[in-house]
């Protein structure tokens, strides 16, 4: 693919962007996480966002994908599923009160987060530097205005 949506994982310079533009729409998530306060920040999300372009830079690097085409998407898979644990973790330790005792389900939005972090890391990683901060944004732009939208709502 040579086209300007994409960045070749084959020099330095192009790793080392698409590392930086994961780390970045890690960023935009996380920082409105910890804004909020939220129990998964900044840092949280830029990790999720950084370990998941890593994932997907592996089989770039060694040039698997070239011998294997689906070795590229069973790693995805792995991510996606994998991230689960994590947000089902945020999950589970959101829905303790302070006797350990099952309250409200909370921490949803924040899983969600976590695994659009990751997706965002994926989407960097395979070089769709615009996809994934066009859909940063997007998932900004989700936490902050619908959830004013939600609250009229209810």
């Known amino acids: ?24 729409v890690g960023a935009i998530i996380g920082l409105e996480r910890q804004l909020r306060n939220k129990p998964a920040g900044l840092r949280t999300h ?9 994932f997907v830079l592996i089989p ?17 898979q792995g991510v996606a599923a994998g991230i689960g644990f994590l947000g089902g973790g945020e999950i589970l330790r959101a829905t303790r009160d302070q006797d350990g005792e099952l309250a409200d389900i909370r921490g949803l939005t924040s899983a969600a987060a ?5 997706a965002l890391g994926v989407v960097s990683g395979c070089g769709l ?9 997007l998932g900004l732009l989700v936490l902050r205005v619908f959830k004013h939208l939600e609250r009229r709502l209810q």
């Open 1 to 24: 693919m040579t086209s300007t949506y994409f960045v070749s994982p084959n020099d330095i310079p192009s790793v080392v962007f698409r590392i930086c533009v994961a780390l970045i």
């Open 114 to 118: 976590i695994w659009v972090s990751a």
């Open 60 to 76: 770039l690097q060694m040039g698997i994908h070239s011998d294997s085409p689906d070795a590229l998407s069973r790693v995805i």
């Open 46 to 54: 830029m990790l999720v966002s950084f370990g998941s372009a890593l």
């Open 129 to 137: 530097w615009r996809l994934s901060l066009i859909s940063a944004i």
